[in-house]
């Protein structure tokens, strides 16, 4: 088992740089692949980007790659998802989700373990 608690979200303008923070509970977090997600109102919720357990890969969805960076802390059992040059577009509740070993997987139900997500809202 696995429990996710995300941190760091909040309001700032575009153009402005945010870091999120995901704190995992359990022994193994380095086993488990994690990814970022997220949900604008009215829309589907959709993969932003992942990591592999050793960090050493990464995948990003076009709309944020070069502006995002994922990155991990196995001994802080913590993932980061660093976000610079945020645009109004990128307001959404942004969620980390765990799987085991690592693939890219950009659907939600590729996911076992869910956190319950942070609001990044970014006003123009």
């Known amino acids: 088992q696995v429990q996710l608690v995300e941190s760091g979200g909040g309001l700032v303008q575009a153009g402005d740089s945010l870091r999120l923070s995901c704190a995992a509970s359990?022994?193994?977090?380095?086993?488990?692949?994690m990814a970022w997600f997220r949900q604008a109102p009215g829309k589907e919720r959709e993969f932003v980007a992942s990591?592999?357990?050793?960090?050493?890969?990464?995948y990003y969805a076009d709309s944020v790659k070069g502006r995002f960076t994922i990155s991990r802390d196995n001994a802080k059992n913590t993932v980061y998802l660093q976000m610079n040059s945020l645009k109004p577009e990128d307001t959404a509740v942004y969620s980390c989700?765990?799987?085991?070993?690592?693939?890219?997987?950009?659907?939600?139900?590729?996911?076992?373990?869910w956190g319950q997500g942070t609001q990044v809202t970014v006003s123009s």
């Open positions: 989700a765990a799987r085991l070993y690592w693939q890219v997987v950009i659907t939600t139900n590729g996911y076992n373990y």
């Open positions: 359990g022994r193994t977090f380095s086993r488990y692949s």
């Open positions: 990591i592999s357990g050793g960090g050493g890969s990464t």
